[in-house]
């Protein structure tokens, strides 16, 4: 299944925060259905359906506090205006992917820690890092 490679922005860049909060609000709509489904009762089925989702939005914000936490995410611009108005810009995540860390930075990242692996890019990275640090001098 490869969903998650439809979450790109305008730039193409990979919106970790909207296909995060569209994976726990898919789960959310399903657990929704599925109560519909144990009562007929209509004030017990708005009970469980309000209860749900104040449990799965409130899951979301865990989940993008301890991102915020790490730098990987930022706050919206919307996230301080109305909560009633969808952002097109974070598609109603009220988060995005953090400004510090672009997909040139990902993939810098991942190329330097899996260096180890390719003896050829582990040398030119250390000649590298060693001029980088004889020219501060």
Do not use: P
Not at 45 to 62: I, M, P, S
Not at 65 to 79: G, Q, S
Not at 115 to 124: S, T
């Amino acid at each position: 299944m490869n969903d998650w490679k439809k979450f790109t922005d305008v730039n193409g860049d990979f919106q970790l925060a909207n296909f995060l909060y569209k994976g726990i609000n898919d789960l959310m709509k399903q657990a929704l259905d599925m109560g519909t489904l144990l009562s007929n009762d209509t004030h017990k089925l708005r009970a469980y359906k309000d209860q749900t989702k104040k449990v799965f939005k409130n899951k979301w914000f865990e989940v993008a506090e301890a991102l915020e936490f790490f730098e990987i995410i930022e706050k919206c611009v919307c996230f301080t205006e109305s909560k009633d108005i969808y952002c097109e810009v974070c598609k109603g995540a009220r988060y995005k992917i953090s400004s510090y860390l672009t997909s040139d930075e990902i993939r810098e990242v991942g190329v330097f820690f899996n260096a180890a692996q390719n003896a050829d890019l582990a040398e030119k990275l250390h000649k590298g890092l060693m001029k980088a640090l004889d020219e501060l001098s």
